[in-house]
């Protein structure tokens, strides 16, 4: 594996590269400190619950042997059974101690074994030879044969018999200290173990540790570094990392988002400009519009003042010179007289509803909230002459909503008025008025049985001065609906011809729910059910 290949590894992969061989070499000393600690555990065994007992068990069965030649001796006295039994009773111990000391042998125990066969032969021999000959001697010729036959016997078999027990002990003190070395050896590798241990930890986090300053702490305070500078106003700062290929990675992604910001933010100066370009523009055009709206203020004056009053003077000398030489002079010039009155007429009456057309939102007294239902006996009140003894107006629910209520009061009287106006001949005019909400605004509807409208002059009716009859079929200027279409814009709504009635003509216009009104409350009056139905009929 080539020194670049592993450069290219990302962190992760060194971290868990990191982690293998640490962990194999902690495996490692795993197995050998438990090899160890298993050998070191058999070999305080063999010094505990082996050697030691093995060498008191030797002191024990030279202790018994000692009280079977004290017994012998004692009974070649005295002849007496009762001195026999430190003999017999060191027999016992002696058969109990072989058995202990066999179960403690291994099987590589070999020198221990030789002893313990050395001295079972040899106290065999003694057996034979002094013992049981002396127990036999006395009882069959008494304590003299006993005595003779003790003192005539050499100490030499029991002498060996004891000098191979100390043999045996030296063996088995051996095996203890053999034991004794290498449970210590092994303990020693045990604490070196655990030291090659704690170094491999040590120098895997202090390898981790330079790896993560390397290859993440470093970096990203540099990436961070890199970012700020950005941050601070610096766009054309190309961002790098020399760290991890995660955070190379992460280098380019921010980077990329950098090139992206700036694109944008170059775009957005773009916009800003050509924005700031506008906004000129629109002062200009403002500063235009607030000349334009003095010279209308100017002009509404004047036509209010200065232009009716020369108008008013036409108008009263036409109609002295009508009343004075009306049938004195031919019929012709009575008739153009006649023409000069209505032209005089039919001008007032255009100024007049120009000026109340220019009005409308320019001379206000603020919004309030107008309940629609108190509205409509107003109308009602100003149109009475109008409507005829026939004339049938219907309004339910009207909602409570936010404006001008001279201004809405204007507007009904226009729409009503109109109804009334282009009735059918000879068919009683019915009027109704109703409102429902669509969510953040009420839709008002007013709909007569009148000759209706052609769909053709829906976009015309609302253009100011628009007529769509002659002058002497239907009176007024043309200028109600353009004023209705003001009021409502003016308002906050739209205002719309419905074309899809069959019969008389439909008027929809929007106006804002009162803010604050939820979407359960209406917003409409509480009154009486034997009230939600008006019917007017004057």
Known sequence: MSVLSVRTWTLRRRVVALCIAVGILLSGLAVLAAVTATENNRQLDDVLNRASPMRAAGEALNTAYVDQETGIRGYAITGDKANLEPYTTGVADEQRLVARLEGYLHSDDTAIRESLQVVLQRAQTWHDEIALPVIQAIETGGADAGQEKINAASTTQFDQLRASIATMQDDIQVLRQRSATAAKDSSQSMVAIQIAAAAIIILAGAALLLLLDRLVTRPVVELAGQVRQVADGDYDKHIVSTGSPELASLAEDVDGMRQKIAAELAEVREARSQIEWINDQLKIQAEELTRSNRDLEQFAYVAS?????????????????????????????????????????????????????????????????????????????????????????????????????????????????????????????????????????????????????????????????????????????????????????????????????????????TLPVLPGTDDEDDGAPEVPAQETRKEVTA
């Not at 007529?467 to 200027?477: Q, S, V």
């Open 305 to 509: 003042h200065d232009l009716q009053e020369p108008l008013r003077k036409v108008a009263s000398f036409c109609q002295l010179l009508q009343r004075r030489y009306s049938g004195q002079l031919d019929e012709r010039a009575d008739q153009y007289i006649a023409f000069a009155v209505d032209g005089a007429q039919r001008m007032q009456r255009l100024i007049n509803d120009l000026l109340a057309f220019s009005r409308i939102g320019r001379l206000t007294a603020g919004f309030t909230d107008v309940d629609l239902g108190r509205v409509l006996p107003e109308v009602k009140s100003q149109l009475e002459a109008r409507a005829g003894e026939d004339a049938e107006i219907v309004w339910t629910d009207l909602p409570i909503v936010e404006g001008e209520e001279p201004l809405l009061t204007t507007l009904f009287v226009n729409l009503i008025g109109n109804s009334l106006k282009f009735r059918r001949p000879d068919v009683p005019p019915v009027i109704k008025v109703s409102a429902e909400r669509d969510g953040k605004e009420w839709r008002i509807n007013v709909r007569d049985n009148g000759i209706g409208i052609e769909a053709e002059f829906a976009d015309k009716v609302f253009v100011i001065f628009q007529r769509l009859h002659a002058r002497d079929a239907y009176e007024g200027t043309g200028i109600g609906l353009a004023i209705v279409k003001k009021i409502v814009e003016y308002h906050g709504g739209r205002i719309w011809l419905d074309l899809e009635v069959e019969e008389g003509t439909s008027i929809y216009f």
